[in-house]
């Protein structure tokens, strides 16, 4: 049976979902409608990635009610975000969905009960958890072979406005909450899960333009149930256009020093005279987190990035952002 999908905000970061699906799975998922509340943004999808014969909504309540759909791709900004998680697990329709899920706890664990009680298949979209090199050193994690994390440092840097929404912290919940909640996740992925976070964050470069209400430097730290620490320091003012996100690991027996999700080199440092080794790899990370979903939806298993890892992420970064506002180390509950 060949699923049919729909893809419910119809913005620039949509083009790479509906890409992958119409070059890579013709024979097994047809876009056969496309929604956002600017009707002529989806009507523009349509053309373009189904030759005009996918229907066209603006409501995605009338979308999920008409098109008889399996899965679902949602590309909305976090403040975009409603009842279409609860409304697509009443109608059985699998799930992609672009982070941040939600820009509240509640609001994210309220997807999460929806979608397990639904039993629908979920993914979020945490891409660089499928890079080649994060998926060999969390290998070497799993086996024991890299011995215990205990230091992670992570980088994001960038300089753009952006859309004017994302400079507002009312709907995009701010840089960290939005951008760099990819190296959060990151963290949480190769390091477990976090005991504590504390935060400093504040606007230095962008006092002077209008809305512009999210912090633009921040430098984050977290502790890790199991003792590793790690850092992440980021920034919207750094070199123009330019998005750098790099990240190291030290574990007992292994360097790892990312220069992205496909490329790294490992230093082992429990056998002084091993040459290091070198991983460069042009894997299509959102090919592969869309394959591990569809391998999800016609066998079953699970998903490696299901809501429930989605909200737990959201959880970390959204008490970055408590602690920046108090000044003080926040606990995290699990």
Known sequence: MILRAAILGCGGFAHK?????????????????????????ARAFGDQYSAGRAAVFNDHRTL??????????????????????????????????????????????RMVAAAEQAGIQTQVGFMNRFGEAVEQFHSLLASGAAG????????????????????????????????????????????????????????????????????????TVISFAGGALGVIYATNGAILDRWISDYRVVAQNVTADFADANQATFYWTDEPGRRPTTITSTKDIYLSQMQDLLAAIRNGGATRTPLREGAKTLDLALAAARSAEVRAEISIEQ
Not at 27 to 38: G, H, K, S
Not at 87 to 93: D, F, K, N, R, T
Not at 182 to 199: F, K, Q, W
Request: charged share 20%.
């Open 17 to 41: 979902h509906a890409h992958i699906l119409t070059t890579f799975f013709q024979e097994e998922v047809e876009l056969v409608a496309f929604c956002d509340r600017n009707e002529w943004k």
């Open 64 to 109: 999920l009610d008409q098109a008889k759909l399996n899965l679902l791709v949602v590309c909305l900004p976090p403040y975009g975000h409603s009842d279409e998680v609860e409304l697509a697990a009443a109608h059985g329709v699998h799930l992609l969905m672009e982070k941040p899920i939600a820009l509240s706890s509640e609001h994210a664990w």
């Open 148 to 219: 215990p994390a205990g230091l992670m440092s992570a980088r994001y840097f960038c300089n753009s406005l952006h859309a004017p929404w994302w400079r507002v912290r009312e709907k995009s919940g701010g840089q960290l909450v939005e951008q760099v909640i990819h190296m959060v996740d990151l963290m949480r992925y190769l390091l477990g899960e976090p005991a504590t976070v504390y935060s400093r964050q504040a606007n230095l470069f962008h006092r002077d333009v209008p809305n512009y209400t999210v912090e633009d430097v921040s430098a």
